[in-house]
């Protein structure tokens, strides 16, 4: 933290983004990660691992919604989903909205879930009781290699491709995906920001146009991430992500006026890019600089 009582993330681009903190609610070294749970004075409480924020109470739904909705509701029938990270639950909460038969997690480090489940229950709201959820502890790239065409849809919810995640966002992993995925299968990973990490999110981009034939990058707004604009990319080889299903919406458990972010609206405007990014640019010319590490 950069002094009692405010949290800023490491640097980007000499940009820092401070909050008030109102307590420190836990702070533990894990076998992987530094994990805090943070009480923000803008956004409630907050998940941070290594100094990254990871979600907020107050706009983790604009993540969620986006990250798995979007691409949920392109598949015309998913059954069997696989999501790799998510430790605080929000993601697997959102996959158990929809009439899935069975949702695999595999999930690095215990620490994440339990703080979170302890300190943001709001997050997972029960999810992790979902008899349809089979948790694993472990490693997401060992579990993928052991998959072939297993699952209809896979959700990559990890931290930034640093640390344990650096697996996460190679050309081996996504044909490991590939060959996870039935036919028709998609994947939505998230990508960093288009603007304070455009390195980030191209090299993203363009490591998945390498290995599947449709690559569709689109945006979130996400206000407590560095920048606010946030990327996310859904990829396959034959199912595209632009709109969704109008029957699968029909089958979201719960008022689709009970969401905070998606609509079917937001959703097909969510794949319309700024013209620099549609190039495959980054979005402004801010000279990119890695994380210093200096909080
Ligand atoms: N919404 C967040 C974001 O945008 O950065 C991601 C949140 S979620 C807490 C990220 C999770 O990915 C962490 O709990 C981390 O332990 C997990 N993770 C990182 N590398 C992993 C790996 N190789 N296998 C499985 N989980 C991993």
């Given at each position: ?72 509701l392109a598949h ?8 790799v990270g998510g ?81 996460l966002f190679t ?125």
């Amino acid at each position: 933290m950069a002094d009692p009582g405010t949290f800023a993330e490491p640097p980007l681009s000499g940009y820092r983004q401070h909050m008030e903190i109102r307590a420190l609610l836990r702070d533990e070294q894990s076998l992987y990660q530094h994990v805090q749970v943070l009480d923000t004075a803008p956004f409630g409480r907050m998940l941070v691992l290594d100094d990254a924020v990871q979600t907020t109470i107050a706009d983790e739904a604009a993540y969620h919604e986006m990250l798995v909705h979007v691409p949920m509701l392109a598949h015309p029938a998913p059954r069997q989903v696989l999501i790799v990270g998510g430790g605080d639950g929000g993601t697997l909460r959102r996959v158990l909205q929809h009439p899935i038969q069975r949702v695999v997690q595999v999930e690095i480090d215990e620490a994440v879930i339990r703080l979170s489940r302890e300190f943001l229950p709001e997050i997972s709201a029960g999810a992790y009781d979902d008899p349809r959820a089979d948790v694993i502890v472990g490693d997401g790239v060992a579990y993928l290699e052991t998959q072939s065409a297993a699952f209809d849809v896979v959700l990559i919810d990890s931290t930034d491709p640093v640390g344990p995640a650096e697996g996460l966002f190679t050309t081996d992993f996504y044909q490991t995906v590939r060959r996870a995925l039935r036919p028709g299968g998609l994947m939505a990973s998230h990508c960093g920001s288009p603007v304070l990490m455009a390195d980030g999110w191209l090299r993203t981009v363009s490591t998945l146009e390498g290995v599947f034939g449709i690559v569709q990058p689109y945006l979130a707004y996400v206000p407590a991430y560095p920048g606010g604009l946030w990327g996310m990319v859904a990829a396959s080889e034959s199912c595209s992500a632009h709109r969704p299903d109008p029957y699968r919406l029909s089958q979201l458990a719960g008022d689709l006026d009970e969401l905070s972010y998606y609509t079917p609206d937001v959703h097909m405007a969510s794949f319309a890019l700024p013209a620099t990014l549609g190039r495959r640019q980054p979005l402004f010319p801010i000279v990119a600089a890695e994380p210093s590490g200096v909080a």
